[in-house]
């Protein structure tokens, strides 16, 4: 992997770099064990073992204050190392604290976890999860697990090194010194500023993509997850409504400029899992449907409505998993729900909720086949014989469709979607709290992306559009998701099964959610998506998200 060919010297060059301040003044000499790192990697990569042993002694090592233990005191070499092995190897070493974690690399991504721990208390002090989207930033996570543990276990303030900085190439335009703006990609042609339109044309659209207008807004230095469109103010206007973990952002396109009307901010927590907008109680204003969850797997859902001077809780501490659904065999927008178990992610059916008496209720049980849950189906004509069908999502994230009665007609050979949301059981939650560490289960229910039923391209045919984000780690991992990439396939039924009828090309990044709208108040609907860049699963504010339109020409 050529991005590690003088690993050792840019380690050697990163610790003259990094400074130290001496604002520590404890008496005693504190005795770390550092044990050698496990590396998971298709390649060779033992020689790393040794390069993050000796950046980890450099920066955690303080003369007559902290001094480094030797591994090989009690023999230990790579393999499989957790808390008991640890510190029983601090123990036998006379340590105070010992250190262990492992790398993870997945072609030129990279996962960087750590612990440190008293030995003697048996508690864990300092714990990182980083995650990297090129392989040398393993040297950042380094710096940045030393630095927290000088700073919360020994008192001392370190100066942190910057992120590895990312090479740009320039390249000339091709054609001559102006170029040709048509033939270039349409990601290289976005306007540094929010919201310019920017028209696609065959030279550069994907496989059988059909010519389009892009538009993309300002960046939102954020991991965006949900979003939903429709006139939450009862102006007429169209606004967009999407989120992030804990703020709620509320934003209106008009004339090309994307404006800010509303930022709500949320309660720490309170995560937010999905965002919807529909009129359901009929006043002409679309309610805004949040579902919400805290940290321990408890559903505390509520739905926002604007009162002519702010957008108010007319529901809230709701057990349900909101979603919205645009049925036109059923009269339009239809709001469907499932609650949240006390001990189990989903506890019973799917139904249909309508507003009665002020009130969410739930009226009619929708009979969905086994495994599908809330978030991952739709109904619709797909055979275009006048038949309403389900489609559905199961575990593994294949495309199933099913008839009226449930039973199966066809089933994708490859999965769609792909996302990074995810929802843990209360009970799992509360069991690992108890048991481990780590704090949080080890089974993730990843939540599936939408499917939309539409004719996006007016051929008067109904289509199933998916979208299809590439994970690099290959699925291999349970708790580890990692896109670069992501596109949208329209499918369409050729009397076998659904088949690729167009698809868009990729996109950098990933799509995190989508939905169809009239996001620009045109009069005509958009595919609008979240494409997140950089989202590497950092917790260090790396993550920048843009709203995204796309519409056929």
Known sequence: MKLFKN????LAIVSMLTGVNTAFSADKISKVLILPFNIHSEKDLSFLQKGIGEMLSTRIAFENKVMIVGKEEVGITAGKMDEKTALAAGEKTGADYVLFGSLTVFGESISTDAKFYDVQKKSQLVIINEFGSSQGDVIYHINVFAAKINETVFGRKTVLSQAPAKQITAQQPSGGEQGTDSRKNPEEMWSKQSGIKMASDEAFSGSGEPAAVLWKSKKFETKLKGIAVGDVDGDGKIETVFADDHNIFIYRQTAGKFEKVKELAGKTYEFYKGIDVADINGNKKAEIFVTAITDSGRVISFVLEWDGKDFKKIADNEDWHYRVLDIPARGGKVLFGQKGGNATIFSGNVYELKWVSGNYISTNKEILPKGVNVYGFNYGDILNSGQEMILGFN??????????NGSEEWSSSDPYGGSSAYLEAPAEIEAAKKGRDEKR???RLYLPQRILVTDLDNDKKKEVLVVKNTDSTGGVFSRVRIFKSGYFECLSWDNVGLSPKWKTRKFSGYISDYTLGDIDNDGKDELVFLLVTQ???????????FVVSWKIK
């Open 7 to 10: 690993f050792i010297l840019t």
């Open 395 to 404: 575990d593994s994230e294949y495309l199933r469709l099913f008839n009226a």
């Open 441 to 443: 289960p080890e089974n």
């Open 535 to 545: 989202a590497s699963g950092s917790t260090l504010g790396d993550d920048r998200s």
